[in-house]
């Protein structure tokens, strides 16, 4: 026992002495620090390589260089970054500076201190971020600038905004115009690389709750950092176990993200102008965002087109379509409220959005419309539409969400209030065998005895309608298995009252017609759906999805019909306090419900293979439909109950930059009650509607193929989508028309013979020396085949015909291109297209159409020195080949702006817009379709001039960095 005691002694002094030395050692050369160094990208997030990095003490001396270089190294699977240990001797207690630089970007440093106690043991672990250079001289005479517009950062799209030269005073919509592979439409829908945006966010947020055009029109450009485009997942995605090809299927969004400065500023803007011909605008808008709570407060008001109050200004718009400047002459007012909290540490979020909108118009129209009969026989119909109409509505969004590590919670509640008030003229009158034309347009002026019948009316529109949807989403992750289980039940219900008063006068060439009428028209309707999935991983390539969703659907649609006595009395009509000789017409006053039941089974499979990702969704649906309609004394009741079977297959593959989609899915409709049910309504005089008990369901089959490729060397893009789409049974109105009398009947029926296939294609890219140059064309393929029903009966019914099914096959193709010049604040561009449409049919009475559609013109933005700036579209449309030679006509559009910035930072701008200067634009539309042929003038807008006044500011208790 002794002898071991002195051996373990022996071994505790030999173990001390060896111990020793090492910790005299620690305490001796106390002449260094380990330091952990990772160096990004502000922009791209991304690690960078080959950073400068330089030591320097209290004084500036330079003490030590290092050439940092980031890799990786694979060990079992796991990837570890290599970091540079910077070892210098430095002295406890002093302060120093570490400074990283790389040619292209800001020098970023750090100064810190050396501490005392903790010297020689601890290790810091920093992070620095690396700006891009806005100012890189490149040569001895040229200065321009270096930046990079968008990189590619995994999965995500980033677009460096401080990379596209704006205008002063630019909003967010001028931005998303310039970057690569987006189109922005005129009403704040936008596509990237021919994909449709389903949200635009701000900072990750949907804050503008499905109305992207209030950010569009009032978020300043400047305080914008970047935007990114990606696939974004929903709120309780985490719970999830999901692969790269499965992220790459969510919704896409695009996500504006703020500048640092600029959070926690109030951003405001003021506009106010008005014009010629009496067009007057005002808006303004407040702003402010956080770390956890944004709001923002507008309201707008205008009679000169934005039809929702903050639609793109069709004054600066560079894509000019001559159709779409034919804007109604009406008055918009909208206001609205966004708060949003998020609690990203509790991971708590709610938020909610109030808007309003009190609106009028006033719509005139004329038009003439050509019907194809069969047997070399057709008719014409002219028509006089005057219809004002006052509206408006209140909605409230509001969502509140509360994460936990295995379960996600999520509530909406959604309101809807709305009232319509109108007054309707119309007067019409149809012709048989008559020749269409154009200058009938003007007036009713043909003689009587040529027409089948001339008609009056005046009608009172009053309707009151609200809905609600309550939403509740549970989802909960099984602690044993990983599994996922997800409930959720969404209620919505609606209420509609309408009251219409019409008074109209049939005058035909057999007898005279005069009503004095009054409906009431209640509807409502109440769904519930209730869903639950079950989501697992098979294995690591094979993840299976079964699902069950009950829906239950009650709607609700009466109509009580009173008849006035009396004559006609187009000016005033009778109201029911002063109408002793009211009646009802219970032959077409009517109750019609239906009530609808749907279970639906469902199994989602989806495998993925390195590139490859498939997914298949095969569900099944059995539905009961209990359809009532108390019309005609008696109760029409029908039951309907069949299994539908839509199954979808989408495909991905992506290989050496490229992506290809393969898309497939099918869909059932069943036909309505109105549709269905063994009726006849009378009510209007020259229109009447009769069911259809025989009505089979219609099936539609959709494919489509697409190719997605960028290079962002020189921000290249290409993209092209192959897709045809086919309906059987498709549900067509068969329609027979009396000559003598002028009525159509409508019966619905099916038809085969609608598909219709498309070749969609687009491509974009910079080039040039400095990548100034910027070319974008977009090319179009249409066929499609219309199918419809036509039938005649003439002379007293004494010759009748079947009805024939009628194809219009239309052919349309397009080409678009531009090429644009962008140095510093000046973008000039030439935009030029073409468009060739045929249709052609096997109605002998069809006349058919072929024309061709083109415009050219250049256009020009320049933000010129003292803060003005100039904006100029020079368009001409040309229009040719087509047989009615009134359709061939030349059009030059000019519209153009100039601006005035002053004020302190600019925050002034007097602004004056030009639409349609030369007063070129025609109110004439055309429609082509199996019925026949539609060409309608509106009172449009026209030309005018608008001088407004805007101001812009933000408040910051920070400084701010413009």
Same mark, same amino acid.
């Given at each position: 026992?002794?002898?071991?005691?002195?051996?373990?002694?022996?071994?505790?002094?030999?173990?001390?002495?060896?111990?020793?030395?090492?910790?005299?050692?620690?305490?001796?050369?106390?002449?260094?620090?380990?330091?952990?160094?990772?160096?990004?990208?502000?922009?791209?997030?991304?690690?960078?390589?080959?950073?400068?990095?330089?030591?320097?003490?209290?004084?500036?001396?330079?003490?030590?260089?290092?050439?940092?270089?980031?890799?990786?190294?694979?060990?079992?699977?796991?990837?570890?970054?290599?970091?540079?240990?910077?070892?210098?001797?430095?002295?406890?207690?002093?302060?120093?500076?570490?400074?990283?630089?790389?040619?292209?970007?800001?020098?970023?440093?750090?100064?810190?201190?050396?501490?005392?106690?903790?010297?020689?043991?601890?290790?810091?672990?920093?992070?620095?971020?690396?700006?891009?250079?806005?100012?890189?001289?490149?040569?001895?005479?040229?200065?321009?600038?270096?930046?990079?517009?968008?990189?590619?950062?995994?999965?995500?799209?980033?677009?460096?905004?401080?990379?596209?030269?704006?205008?002063?005073?630019?909003?967010?919509?001028?931005?998303?115009?310039?970057?690569?592979?987006?189109?922005?439409?005129?009403?704040?829908?936008?596509?990237?690389?021919?994909?449709?945006?389903?949200?635009?966010?701000?900072?990750?947020?949907?804050?503008?709750?499905?109305?992207?055009?209030?950010?569009?029109?009032?978020?300043?450009?400047?305080?914008?950092?970047?935007?990114?485009?990606?696939?974004?997942?929903?709120?309780?995605?985490?719970?999830?176990?999901?692969?790269?090809?499965?992220?790459?299927?969510?919704?896409?969004?695009?996500?504006?993200?703020?500048?640092?400065?600029?959070?926690?500023?109030?951003?405001?803007?003021?506009?106010?102008?008005?014009?010629?011909?009496?067009?007057?605008?005002?808006?303004?808008?407040?702003?402010?965002?956080?770390?956890?709570?944004?709001?923002?407060?507008?309201?707008?008001?205008?009679?000169?087109?934005?039809?929702?109050?903050?639609?793109?200004?069709?004054?600066?718009?560079?894509?000019?379509?001559?159709?779409?400047?034919?804007?109604?002459?009406?008055?918009?007012?909208?206001?609205?409220?966004?708060?949003?909290?998020?609690?990203?540490?509790?991971?708590?979020?709610?938020?909610?959005?109030?808007?309003?909108?009190?609106?009028?118009?006033?719509?005139?129209?004329?038009?003439?419309?050509?019907?194809?009969?069969?047997?070399?026989?057709?008719?014409?119909?002219?028509?006089?539409?005057?219809?004002?109409?006052?509206?408006?509505?209140?909605?409230?969004?509001?969502?509140?969400?509360?994460?936990?590590?295995?379960?996600?919670?999520?509530?909406?509640?959604?309101?809807?209030?709305?009232?319509?008030?109108?007054?309707?003229?119309?007067?019409?009158?149809?012709?048989?065998?008559?020749?269409?034309?154009?200058?009938?347009?003007?007036?009713?002026?043909?003689?009587?005895?040529?027409?089948?019948?001339?008609?009056?009316?005046?009608?009172?529109?009053?309707?009151?309608?609200?809905?609600?949807?309550?939403?509740?989403?549970?989802?909960?992750?099984?602690?044993?298995?990983?599994?996922?289980?997800?409930?959720?039940?969404?209620?919505?219900?609606?209420?509609?009252?309408?009251?219409?008063?019409?008074?109209?006068?049939?005058?035909?060439?057999?007898?005279?017609?005069?009503?004095?009428?009054?409906?009431?028209?209640? $509807?409502?309707?109440? =769904?519930?759906?209730?869903?639950? &999935?079950? +989501?697992? @991983? /098979?294995?690591?390539?094979? %993840?299976?999805? *079964?699902?069950?969703?009950?829906?239950?659907?009650?709607?609700?649609?009466?109509?009580?019909?009173?008849?006035?006595?009396?004559?006609?009395?187009?000016?005033?009509?009778?109201?029911?306090?002063?109408?002793?000789?009211?009646?009802?017409?219970?032959?077409?006053?009517?109750?019609?419900?239906?009530?609808?039941?749907?279970?639906?089974?469902?199994?989602?499979?989806?495998?993925?293979?390195?590139?490859?990702?498939?997914?298949?969704?095969?569900?099944?649906?059995?539905?009961?439909?209990?359809?009532?309609?108390?019309?005609?004394?008696?109760?029409?009741?029908?039951?309907?109950?069949?299994?539908?079977?839509?199954?979808?297959?989408?495909?991905?593959?992506?290989?050496?930059?490229?992506?290809?989609?393969?898309?497939?899915?099918?869909?059932?409709? $069943?036909?309505?009650? =109105?549709?269905?049910?063994?009726? &006849?309504? +009378?009510? @209007? /005089?020259?229109?009447?509607? %009769?069911?259809? *008990?025989?009505?089979?369901?219609?099936?539609?089959?959709?494919?489509?193929?697409?190719?997605?490729?960028?290079?962002?060397?020189?921000?290249?893009?290409?993209?092209?989508?192959?897709?045809?789409?086919?309906?059987?049974?498709?549900?067509?109105?068969?329609?027979?028309?009396?000559?003598?009398?002028?009525?159509?009947?409508?019966?619905?029926?099916?038809?085969?013979?609608?598909?219709?296939?498309?070749?969609?294609?687009?491509?974009?890219?910079?080039?040039?020396?400095?990548?100034?140059?910027?070319?974008?064309?977009?090319?179009?393929?249409?066929?499609?085949?219309?199918?419809?029903?036509?039938?005649?009966?003439?002379?007293?019914?004494?010759?009748?015909?079947?009805?024939?099914?009628?194809?219009?096959?239309?052919?349309?193709?397009?080409?678009?291109?531009?090429?644009?010049?962008?140095?510093?604040?000046?973008?000039?561009?030439?935009?030029?297209?073409?468009?060739?449409?045929?249709?052609?049919?096997?109605?002998?009475?069809?006349?058919?159409?072929?024309?061709?559609?083109?415009?050219?013109?250049?256009?020009?933005?320049?933000?010129?020195?003292?803060?003005?700036?100039?904006?100029?579209?020079?368009?001409?449309?040309?229009?040719?080949?087509?047989?009615?030679?009134?359709?061939?006509?030349?059009?030059?559009?000019?519209?153009?702006?100039?601006?005035?910035?002053?004020?302190?930072?600019?925050?002034?701008?007097?602004?004056?817009?030009?639409?349609?200067?030369?007063?070129?634009?025609?109110?004439?539309?055309?429609?082509?379709?199996?019925?026949?042929?539609?060409?309608?003038?509106?009172?449009?807008?026209?030309?005018?001039?608008?001088?407004?006044?805007?101001?812009?500011?933000?408040?910051?208790?920070?400084?701010?960095?413009?």
């Amino acid at each position: 026992m002794d002898v071991r005691r002195k051996n373990c002694v022996r071994y505790f002094i030999i173990c001390l002495l060896v111990l020793m030395p090492k910790g005299v050692l620690c305490q001796q050369k106390n002449d260094s620090i380990p330091i952990e160094v990772k160096v990004y990208n502000s922009f791209t997030r991304e690690k960078m390589d080959s950073v400068t990095l330089k030591l320097f003490d209290a004084n500036g001396v330079l003490l030590a260089t290092e050439l940092m270089r980031t890799r990786a190294k694979i060990s079992e699977g796991v990837v570890i970054d290599i970091v540079p240990n910077l070892k210098m001797k430095l002295m406890p207690g002093n302060s120093y500076r570490l400074c990283a630089s790389q040619k292209g970007f800001v020098e970023v440093c750090k100064d810190f201190e050396v501490p005392v106690k903790l010297y020689g043991r601890n290790v810091d672990k920093w992070e620095l971020e690396m700006e891009l250079d806005k100012d890189l001289m490149l040569d001895a005479v040229d200065v321009v600038a270096s930046k990079v517009k968008m990189v590619m950062n995994g999965d995500t799209l980033v677009y460096n905004a401080d990379a596209f030269k704006l205008a002063e005073g630019s909003m967010l919509d001028k931005l998303i115009e310039q970057l690569p592979g987006v189109t922005l439409s005129d009403g704040g829908q936008i596509k990237v690389n021919g994909q449709f945006v389903s949200s635009l966010l701000i900072n990750g947020k949907d804050f503008f709750k499905g109305n992207p055009t209030v950010a569009l029109q009032n978020l300043p450009a400047y305080v914008v950092k970047n935007v990114k485009v990606y696939n974004k997942a929903k709120d309780d995605a985490y719970l999830y176990e999901r692969s790269d090809e499965e992220r790459k299927s969510d919704p896409l969004v695009m996500d504006v993200n703020l500048k640092k400065e600029f959070m926690g500023t109030v951003l405001g803007n003021f506009d106010a102008g008005y014009g010629s011909r009496d067009r007057y605008m005002a808006k303004g808008f407040l702003s402010r965002f956080d770390d956890k709570l944004s709001t923002a407060v507008y309201a707008s008001v205008n009679n000169a087109g934005f039809r929702d109050g903050f639609s793109r200004d069709r004054s600066r718009s560079v894509v000019w379509d001559a159709s779409s400047l034919s804007t109604n002459d009406a008055t918009y007012r909208q206001a609205g409220l966004n708060v949003d909290y998020d609690d990203k540490i509790t991971r708590r979020s709610a938020g909610f959005t109030l808007e309003g909108c009190s609106n009028s118009q006033n719509n005139r129209s004329e038009s003439t419309t050509l019907n194809y009969m069969p047997y070399s026989a057709s008719y014409s119909l002219l028509s006089q539409d005057r219809r004002r109409d006052s509206y408006g509505w209140l909605r409230l969004d509001a969502s509140t969400s509360m994460s936990f590590s295995r379960l996600h919670w999520i509530a909406e509640l959604n309101g809807y209030i709305g009232r319509n008030k109108a007054m309707a003229y119309k007067r019409s009158g149809q012709l048989y065998g008559f020749g269409w034309q154009i200058s009938d347009l003007d007036t009713l002026t043909v003689r009587e005895r040529d027409f089948i019948n001339l008609y009056k009316s005046v009608e009172r529109v009053k309707s009151d309608n609200w809905n609600a949807r309550l939403g509740h989403l549970i989802t909960y992750k099984l602690p044993f298995t990983g599994d996922v289980i997800n409930l959720s039940v969404i209620g919505y219900h609606s209420d509609s009252r309408n009251k219409n008063m019409l008074s109209n006068m049939l005058v035909s060439r057999s007898d005279n017609d005069v009503r004095n009428d009054y409906y009431a028209m209640p $509807s409502r309707s109440t =769904n519930v759906k209730a869903t639950l &999935t079950y +989501d697992y @991983n /098979l294995n690591k390539r094979v %993840k299976i999805t *079964p699902s069950y969703a009950f829906v239950y659907t009650d709607y609700r649609n009466d109509r009580d019909l009173y008849h006035f006595g009396g004559d006609s009395l187009m000016s005033v009509l009778p109201s029911l306090t002063d109408s002793i000789s009211m009646s009802i017409d219970l032959r077409q006053s009517y109750v019609n419900r239906t009530q609808t039941r749907t279970h639906r089974a469902g199994l989602k499979v989806r495998y993925t293979l390195d590139r490859l990702s498939v997914t298949a969704n095969l569900p099944v649906s059995i539905v009961d439909k209990d359809m009532l309609d108390t019309r005609a004394y008696s109760g029409l009741k029908q039951k309907r109950s069949f299994t539908a079977f839509e199954p979808s297959v989408n495909c991905h593959i992506m290989t050496g930059g490229h992506n290809f989609y393969v898309n497939y899915n099918m869909t059932v409709n $069943s036909p309505n009650a =109105n549709q269905v049910l063994d009726y &006849t309504d +009378d009510t @209007n /005089l020259l229109m009447i509607k %009769k069911g259809n *008990p025989d009505l089979r369901n219609s099936i539609t089959h959709s494919a489509s193929v697409s190719f997605y490729q960028v290079r962002f060397s020189n921000s290249q893009i290409i993209n092209a989508t192959l897709s045809y789409n086919k309906t059987l049974h498709a549900i067509a109105n068969g329609r027979t028309f009396d000559a003598l009398t002028g009525v159509t009947q409508i019966k619905p029926m099916n038809i085969e013979g609608n598909w219709n296939t498309e070749l969609t294609g687009s491509y974009e890219s910079n080039f040039g020396k400095l990548q100034r140059f910027k070319v974008k064309t977009t090319v179009n393929g249409l066929i499609a085949d219309n199918a419809d029903y036509q039938s005649l009966t003439i002379s007293d019914g004494n010759q009748s015909h079947n009805l024939v099914r009628s194809i219009v096959t239309n052919y349309d193709a397009s080409c678009t291109a531009e090429l644009t010049y962008n140095v510093d604040k000046l973008r000039v561009g030439v935009r030029g297209g073409i468009r060739g449409i045929w249709a052609e049919s096997n109605l002998d009475s069809f006349e058919s159409v072929h024309g061709v559609d083109s415009h050219v013109g250049p256009v020009v933005s320049w933000g010129l020195p003292y803060g003005f700036y100039v904006e100029n579209t020079l368009m001409l449309y040309c229009r040719t080949g087509y047989t009615d030679r009134s359709m061939n006509r030349n059009s030059l559009i000019w519209n153009g702006a100039v601006a005035k910035s002053f004020g302190k930072s600019n925050a002034w701008t007097l602004r004056v817009d030009g639409v349609d200067i030369l007063g070129e634009l025609r109110n004439l539309s055309r429609v082509v379709n199996a019925q026949g042929v539609t060409e309608t003038w509106r009172n449009s807008i026209g030309r005018f001039v608008l001088a407004h006044l805007q101001y812009r500011f933000s408040i910051s208790k920070k400084p701010k960095q413009q």
